[in-house]
């Protein structure tokens, strides 16, 4: 009787130990502990980006440079289900906006009913600050009553504000930024031209 079980107590004993060494195993082979991405991702995901790529969303002004009014329009076909945007056109879920660009935050002109988490911003809706909204209305102003999740592509927001803007607020686009690119390219011409310079004023 004793030596049955003592035979099943090491063999459980037995399982026991076989089992936390596989875990030990795999969760060093897998890297399940781990808080940070594998080195190597094993399939992509649409909408991350990849650690150290780019440096975010362009400036909203070189965006607003080469926005598309028309495409804008298109897009803020999915917001008429909640915003009106004539002029003196009723609120709906959410206010009318015409004329929303440079208007106050959370103010309005036809009477909505702002969340006090839109009220409390302060400030006025410039281009910046619709770039944001738009990115995100949760981030921009958490508490907000806007259940729109918001748009992704920074190209999408720039087309939607020039779109916005048209509609009764025609305010001037800000300049856009000059290029990286393009100041790189004038270093090295400059540096050329700064010899010939020094020669010609040695002649």
């Known amino acids: ?32 502990d781990k808080h940070h991405a594998p080195e190597t991702a094993g399939y992509a995901v649409e ?6 790529a780019g440096g975010g969303d362009p400036p909203i002004a070189t965006l607003l440079a080469a926005a598309d009014v028309a495409k804008g329009e298109a897009t803020f076909a999915k917001c008429t289900s909640c915003h009106t945007i004539n002029a003196g056109g009723a609120n709906g879920i959410g206010p009318n906006l015409h004329g929303v660009v440079g208007e106050a935050i959370g103010q309005g002109v036809g009477g909505f ?11 006025n809706w410039s281009f910046d600050s619709l770039n944001d909204w738009l990115k995100s209305p949760k981030a921009f102003a958490p508490g907000t009553k806007m259940t729109f999740a918001g748009l992704s592509k920074p190209e999408d927001r720039a087309n939607v504000i020039a779109y ?18 393009a100041d790189a390219a004038a270093a090295p011409a400059a540096g050329e031209a700064a010899p ?5 004023a040695a002649q």
Do not use: C, H
Request: no cysteine; aromatic share 8%.
């Open 1 to 32: 009787m004793d030596d049955r079980f003592n035979t099943i107590a090491g063999w459980t004993l037995f399982s026991g130990i076989v089992g936390l060494g596989l875990t030990i195993a795999s969760s060093m082979y897998f890297q399940a």
């Open 47 to 52: 909408g991350v980006a990849e650690e150290g």
């Open 113 to 123: 009913a702002f969340s006090d988490a839109l009220k409390s911003k302060g400030g």
């Open 164 to 181: 916005l803007n048209s509609q009764g607020s025609n305010l001037p686009l800000p300049a856009a930024d000059v290029a990286p690119a």
């Open 196 to 200: 010939e310079a020094s020669e010609a």
